[in-house]
Each structure stands twice: as structure tokens, then as C-alpha cells.
């Protein structure tokens, strides 16, 4: 009888954890176009960002505005992996998309500031305005077996993770 009944509490905790995950809504942010880094000839990929962190396939989607820039390489300084930060902002060089230089705006500066919370040294740091308006960082991490590619949403002085892909290009969003 005692089986019986912890067989039918585990079943009925199950039940109830499944509902309570599947209940929650996941919302839809945005759309992202994305392309792997390694293969030049490789078709690119869209997908639907949602709040959770998931992404999952979608279909062609009209981007938003936006302008990348790039940092610089030497921007953050990775040296003292063995305090608590990683990385150091020690310059705020950007390049546009066709290798100008370019003057960082307040945010940018903010952004970069910001993501020397990154608990791994930075590769690359690519920020992107949509719109004129929104900002967002999509950021390449220098980690050993493989290449984390994580968007954030710049936001009230923060950078929210919104999503990670393994070893891509952003190429475009589209605001939802």
C-alpha cells in the first residue's frame, strides 16, 4: 500500500511541475538572422528570440534598422583572469561595418563598461543600435572547446542575456 501511494505522489508531483512550466508563457522579443561563422558558403538561419532565452526557427522576417560596430580587440584587456574580473575596459575603439572609426555615444560607452561583468574573456563585442533607438551586444567569448555567441539587450545600465548560439554571425534583428 505504501507503494502504491508514493508511486501516485511522485505521478501527481510530475503532473503538477509539468503544468506549472508549461503555464508560463514564453513571449516572443524579437527576430534574429544568423549565420555560421566557420562555413563562408553556409545558408543563414532565422530565429525567434522569447523572453525565457530559448530561440527556435522561424521564417524570413523584414529586419529592423540597425548599424553595427565592432570594438576593437585590444578594447578589453583579459590579463587578470585570476581576480574576480575578467575583462578590463581599457579602450573604446569601434569600427562601423566598413572598417571606419567611429566615436562612441554615452550608451556605447555604458555597454562596454558594462560587460566587463562577463565572467569569460571577450573575443569579439559587436554593438548594435535598431532603430536608432534600442541597443544590443552580441558577444563572442574566448572559451576553450567552443565559441558562445550571446546576445544581451542593453537596458537601465545593463546587459540582459537574451539568448546564445554556438560559433555565429548576427546579420540582422526584427523587433517584435
Not at 60 to 78: K, N, R
Amino acid at each position: 500500500m505504501k507503494r502504491i501511494l508514493a508511486s501516485l505522489l511522485s505521478f501527481a508531483l510530475c503532473l503538477a511541475l509539468l503544468l506549472f512550466i508549461r503555464s508560463e508563457p514564453d513571449e516572443p522579443i524579437l527576430h534574429v538572422a544568423l549565420k555560421s561563422s566557420g562555413e563562408q558558403d553556409a545558408a543563414y538561419v532565422c530565429e525567434t528570440v522569447y523572453a525565457s532565452g530559448k530561440s527556435r526557427r522561424c521564417n524570413a522576417f523584414t529586419p529592423d534598422t540597425c548599424v553595427f560596430y565592432t570594438a576593437d580587440y585590444a578594447d578589453f584587456d583579459t590579463s587578470a583572469l585570476r581576480s574576480h574580473r575578467v575583462n578590463t575596459l581599457v579602450a573604446t575603439t569601434l569600427y562601423d561595418s566598413v572598417g571606419n572609426v567611429v566615436e562612441p555615444d554615452e550608451t556605447m560607452i555604458a555597454m562596454m563598461h558594462a560587460a566587463e561583468q562577463i565572467d569569460h574573456a571577450i573575443f569579439d563585442f559587436q554593438i548594435i543600435v535598431v532603430n536608432g533607438q534600442r541597443y544590443f551586444a552580441f558577444v563572442k567569448l574566448n572559451v576553450n572547446w567552443w565559441d558562445p555567441c550571446t546576445l544581451y539587450e542593453y537596458e537601465g545600465g545593463e546587459l540582459r542575456e537574451l539568448a546564445q548560439w554556438d560559433n555565429m554571425r548576427l546579420l540582422s534583428v526584427g523587433l517584435i
